[in-house]
């Protein structure tokens, strides 16, 4: 079971990015999935997650109304689309997977199963 970051870059502020995470080894459909960050010198910290079925997502206040998460079950693959980016989002950015049914959203790190290696964010200003 592996999950693939990848989309990461330089971008300035106010620009976009999508992260893109890819799932192999095994159908992630039943998985609930989401993206944490991790700035120098700071702990891990939720950015987002979705519902396996894709019909309930949840923000970290920080990012609400500037991201969106989503997910593409036919290919495997969750999304991070990121607009209106600031220098405080420049981070490294992990993907991760828990099994949990119905409309759970897991905000703990410590509550999911799988990561992916991440992907480096980093906004100009």
């Known amino acids: 079971v592996q999950l693939q970051a990848s989309g990461g870059g330089l971008v300035q502020t106010g620009g976009s990015l999508r992260l893109s995470c890819a799932a192999s080894g095994r159908t992630f459909s039943n998985y609930a999935m989401g993206w944490f960050r991790q700035a120098p010198g700071k702990e891990r910290e939720f950015v987002a997650a979705?519902?396996?079925?894709?019909?309930?997502?949840y923000y970290a206040d920080s990012v609400k109304g500037r991201f969106t998460i989503s997910r593409d079950k036919a290919k495997n693959t969750v999304y991070l689309q990121m607009n209106s980016l600031k220098p405080e989002d420049t981070a490294l950015y992990y993907c991760?997977?828990?099994?949990?049914?119905?409309?759970?959203?897991?905000?703990?790190?410590?509550?999911?199963?799988?990561w992916g290696q991440g992907t480096l964010v980093t906004v100009s200003s």
């Open positions: 979705i519902s396996w079925g894709g019909g309930s997502t």
């Open positions: 991760a997977g828990g099994m949990y049914g119905g409309s759970w959203l897991p905000q703990l790190a410590s509550e999911y199963d799988y």
